[in-house]
């Protein structure tokens, strides 16, 4: 049973361009949630999603960023016009259910590097 | 609002050593507590959960944790370190909170292990 993919694992994007990051979920779990970790600290929540459905949207900036989960296919979460301070480490997580205390199983992480 | 710290930055401790990492939480109901493990470039792994009943959990790689609800605590421990165990460690509070079930982290300790 693979784990949780994303890719690509390493990004590098010019300020003013586009970065889409995609993470495809443990198989049989349909809740993704996204973290974003900036250099020297902890994983922020940024989103939780499941099928067709964003659920809580709390952690994500305002502007330039978005996700989605669609019926088919994986997740992907969208920067648009990136700067510098987007630079961070990516990372999705999935579960089977949502239920208390559900562990959440990790992906390895997209490391985006703006230049 | 839920809340991780996590007061200890670095620690460095000696192969065969005894460890204790610290974690406090804030969390207005029965929390779920989580310690995860991320090894250089890598995503996160668990090392053990707490969800009720026995206060003093069993994980992987020889670690436990008590939960101490008077003290609002959550430490790590493990009887003797391996150089292998050098890593960054992050506790974690988890629950259903009306939009899922997201983590919040501590800012995580960096752990060296002395040969």
């Known amino acids: 049973n693979a784990g949780v993919m994303q890719n690509p694992r390493h990004l590098v994007r010019r300020r003013g361009q586009e970065a889409r990051l995609r993470c495809s979920p443990m198989k049989g779990h349909s809740h993704v949630y996204w973290y974003r970790q900036l250099p020297e600290e902890g994983l922020k929540f940024m989103v939780y999603l499941q099928k067709e459905n964003i659920i809580d949207e709390s952690g994500m900036p305002k502007e330039r960023f978005s996700a989605e989960f669609p019926k088919e296919g994986p997740s992907i979460l969208r920067i648009q016009q990136v700067v510098r301070g987007d630079s961070a480490a990516y990372f999705c997580?999935?579960?089977?259910?949502?239920?208390?205390?559900?562990?959440?199983?990790f992906g390895p992480g997209t490391r985006l590097t703006v230049t | 609002a839920q809340s991780v710290t996590q007061p200890d930055i670095h620690i460095t401790v000696s192969e065969g050593a005894s460890l204790e990492l610290r974690c406090n939480y804030s969390?207005?109901?029965?929390?779920?507590l989580f310690w995860y493990v991320q090894s250089p470039g890598q995503g996160l792994q668990l090392l053990l959960k707490y969800f009720s009943g026995d206060t003093l959990v069993q994980g992987i790689k020889g670690f436990e944790a008590e939960f101490k609800r008077s003290q609002s605590s959550f430490n790590l421990r493990k009887p003797s370190v391996h150089w292998s165990d050098a890593a960054e460690y992050f506790c974690a509070v988890g629950g259903l909170t009306g939009g899922g079930n997201k983590l919040t982290f501590g800012t995580g300790t960096q752990l060296k292990v002395e040969l």
């Open positions: 969390y207005g109901a029965t929390p779920y």
């Open positions: 997580a999935s579960s089977p259910i949502q239920a208390n205390g559900d562990e959440q199983y």
